[in-house]
């Protein structure tokens, strides 16, 4: 896939979630907390539990805060957590799909719909854009992990499906059935993963100008600002001269 390297794989910059660690960690403890509730609270045991493990060590999450969350989903003050997915349309035409988890839907709804229609984009129907993307297993390595060839040929070993390699890391897809077991098989030959999750990875991408690339992220910031949102996927790409303009 072609554009900047820090928009591969469809994720909003990582520079953009360092400036908003508090927020984060906050993000990534619900996730703990809804994880843990919703299975065991043994990671070993809890595929979705211990995915959410590996994505708060990878952002430095203490352990002390990461244990808690797990506790709090057994103790009787745990909120209750729905998990919704809203689908819109931004600047250029490029679609988002929007990941929360809430306890109130309506607030949320509210919240993301403004979000959408300030920073010139559309909330869309359920299915309006997911059509265009497939649902898979991503699991993510730093470029330390090894060179390029040495990941693909452990990611084949492990039943991975695809690989994309830059000098940002390494993004390994799977089905979503596979997603644990080859994170298994890649964790012994590689080490622990930055991230294994589902996510959403589109079929064609939409190349974007200045003054759209910059709107666009102007919303993609406002969504993930929301304490609700967990996650924005989109199908848009943005050249280096692009972001380079844009600072």
Not at 14 to 37: N, P
Not at 233 to 243: L, Q, T
């Amino acid at each position: 896939m072609a554009g900047h390297s820090k928009f591969k794989n469809i994720m909003h910059r990582k520079g953009a979630q360092d400036k908003k660690r508090s927020a984060m960690f906050s993000k990534l403890s619900r996730e703990l907390t809804v994880a843990a509730k919703m299975g065991t609270p043994d990671p070993e045991m809890n595929p979705r539990l211990r995915a959410a493990v590996a994505a708060a060590k990878a952002q430095s999450m203490p352990k002390d805060n990461i244990q808690r969350a797990i506790d709090k989903a057994s103790g009787g003050d745990a909120e209750n957590y729905e998990e919704l997915r809203y689908e819109g349309f931004g600047p250029g035409g490029t679609a988002l799909i929007v990941e929360a988890l809430t306890d109130n839907r309506n607030r949320t709804a509210t919240n993301v719909r403004t979000i959408f229609s300030k920073n010139g984009g559309n909330l869309g129907a359920s299915g309006s854009v997911s059509h265009g993307f497939d649902r898979l297993g991503q699991i993510a390595y730093p470029a330390s992990a090894g060179s390029a060839d040495e990941v693909l040929e452990a990611a084949i070993e492990a039943g991975a499906d695809d690989v994309e390699s830059d000098e940002d890391g390494h993004q390994i897809w799977t089905s979503i059935d596979s997603l644990h077991p080859v994170a298994r098989a890649l964790e012994a030959a590689l080490g622990e993963a930055e991230s294994v999750k589902l996510a959403w990875r589109p079929t064609t991408s939409v190349e974007l100008g200045g003054d759209e690339a910059g709107q666009l992220l102007k919303l993609i910031d406002a969504l993930e600002d929301d304490d609700d949102v967990q996650t924005v996927w989109g199908n848009y790409e943005v050249s280096d001269e692009v972001m380079e303009r844009l600072g």
